[in-house]
């Protein structure tokens, strides 16, 4: 077929702009751009239909714009080491190209495999960066933030144009993107999902500079008014419709145009310190894969007991008898998406009322987030249940949380319709009904499924008792200096620099409820 073909490997990365691995494989030669839906990975524990759904679009979506330049996506199903090898075959030999990838545990192993294959067979893979996470003996975290800046000023890539396109070779059809029941994925109760694709994520970044976003910094934090003021962009950066540098320049462009004392100068500086912070929790799994599964300080091993499953069962399906908890877990069934501090309450509630461990309570929520980010979830799961050893341990109030961000009881009365007679302030506490009303009112309606100050107070000591520990101390030092955050000047515009190449991929608002 002439000169090598350049495979493109599109993973979490669906777009044509600002797309390194693809700007570079077009200047090497004829490109032949694919997918690879691996039937393996949708079968793992972290992972949902919603998931695929939402990935489905992007991909339909990702093959309608390369086909618009003249090529064609080539979508294949299989192991990808299978696949590699079966184009190999075909093509005689091809140069693989994609971005790095900081996933879960699967696609951390099933990268290596593809490495082992690459190397076996001659064939030349190229990683880039993606995000501003930097790989291998190059991190050096004191000074990651001045290469996130770098990574971020550069010139974001445009979509090549007049690519030499090549065809799938003779053999080999281009694959329609399967149906979610072919990979035995059933619907999981989401309703009012975000519309894929890039077209969808261009949308909602210029929505959310131009007209939502004014209100961003004091708005966020409720589920109420964070539905509009948050970003929204959380989902598209997971899936790569939109890349982070874009978003970052398209923030610095808007942050000219507004005065810095105004909201506006307020919600464009928090919002892009999020999304510094989006890298910056990705950089922690890169760095330390088993954070997936062990907590970064080894002492807390173990000090929650296996979860109970009556105990996890309420709190996923929202009838924990908290209604602000019961809400806030409804609306991210329905919704897939839920804002940061809501996020941050479920985790808290799991982890320190049912002193649930947060390895099984965070496989619950990473298959209701449809912006499920791997190096953002098992971090701020660790985070929020107090296992990081460096982070102040805060312990929610549900009670005090629904008062403080749904003072009128509307959203717990539109998302726990059992309670939608209860009146006034009681509606965030009906155990203080007397026991005739509640039968009048909310019969249906569980009670407490424990008492949050007893609770609390258990949580805490245990926590406590280890952090105490000399042992403890020794950690957090370590964990500090592998993980944490060195702070430094405001997010500002940083100079432009040249684009530097990069496992293996906070969030918006917060971790990553953008």
Not at 90 to 108: C, D, I, M, Q, V
């Amino acid at each position: 077929m002439g000169d090598e073909i350049s495979v493109v490997w599109f993973k979490r990365d669906l777009r044509l702009a600002d797309h390194a691995a693809l700007s570079a494989a077009a200047r090497a030669g004829a490109v032949l751009p694919l997918v690879i839906v691996e039937p393996d990975y949708w079968r793992l524990a972290d992972v949902s239909h919603r998931h695929y759904a939402f990935l489905a679009g992007c991909i339909e979506d990702l093959a309608a714009a390369i086909a618009a330049e003249g090529g064609r996506l080539l979508v294949r199903v299989g192991p990808a080491v299978e696949v590699l090898e079966a184009l190999r075959r075909r093509l005689g030999g091809f140069s693989l190209w994609s971005h790095e990838e900081t996933g879960n545990r699967w696609t951390h192993a099933r990268d290596r495999a593809v490495r082992r294959w690459a190397r076996g067979q001659g064939v030349t893979w190229t990683e880039l960066r993606n995000f501003g996470v930097i790989r291998g003996p190059a991190l050096n975290r004191d000074r990651w933030a001045a290469q996130w800046d770098r990574m971020m000023a550069a010139p974001s890539l445009p979509p090549p144009r007049g690519i030499a396109w090549a065809t799938p070779p003779e053999g080999v059809a281009a694959a329609c993107v399967p149906a979610a029941a072919a990979l035995g994925l059933a619907p999981d109760g989401l309703r009012h999902g975000q519309a894929p694709g890039r077209a969808a994520a261009l949308e909602t970044l210029g929505s959310f500079l131009a007209r939502r976003g004014e209100d961003y910094t004091r708005a966020m934090s409720s589920p109420v008014s964070g539905e509009a003021a948050c970003s929204r962009l959380s989902p598209y950066l997971a899936y790569g419709c939109l890349s982070i540098r874009e978003a970052a320049q398209a923030a610095w462009r808007r942050q000219r145009e507004v005065p810095a004392a105004s909201r506006w100068g307020a919600a464009l500086r928090s919002f892009i310190a999020r999304l510094h912070w989006h890298c910056h929790f990705i950089q922690k799994l890169e760095a330390e894969p088993e954070a997936e599964w062990r907590p970064f300080a080894r002492v807390y091993e173990g000090m929650r007991p296996p979860a109970d499953p009556a105990r996890l069962a309420a709190w996923a399906e929202g009838r924990t008898g908290y209604p602000f908890v019961d809400a806030a877990m409804r609306y991210l069934a329905a919704h897939g998406w839920i804002n940061f501090r809501m996020r941050a309450m479920l985790m808290s509630f799991a982890s320190h009322d049912l002193f649930l461990p947060w390895q099984e309570s965070g496989l619950v929520l990473a298959r209701l987030f449809t912006d499920y980010e791997p190096g953002i979830h098992w971090p701020q799961c660790q985070m929020q249940s107090g296992e990081t050893g460096i982070n102040t341990v805060r312990v929610y109030s549900p009670v005090k949380q629904g008062h403080d961000q749904d003072a009128a009881g509307g959203f717990i009365r539109l998302h726990v319709p059992e309670l939608a007679a209860v009146a006034g302030a009681l509606v965030h506490e009906p155990w203080r009904l007397d026991a005739a009303e509640r039968a009048r009112l909310c019969p249906d309606y569980p009670a407490r499924i424990v008492i949050h100050e007893e609770a609390a107070r258990a949580a805490k000591a245990a926590l406590f008792a280890r952090r105490r520990l000399v042992e403890a101390q020794r950690e957090a030092d370590a964990v500090q200096l592998r993980h944490g955050s060195r702070r430094g000047r405001a997010r500002t515009p940083p100079r432009r620099a040249a684009a530097a190449p990069g496992q293996l991929a906070l969030d918006l608002d917060g971790a990553a409820g953008g």
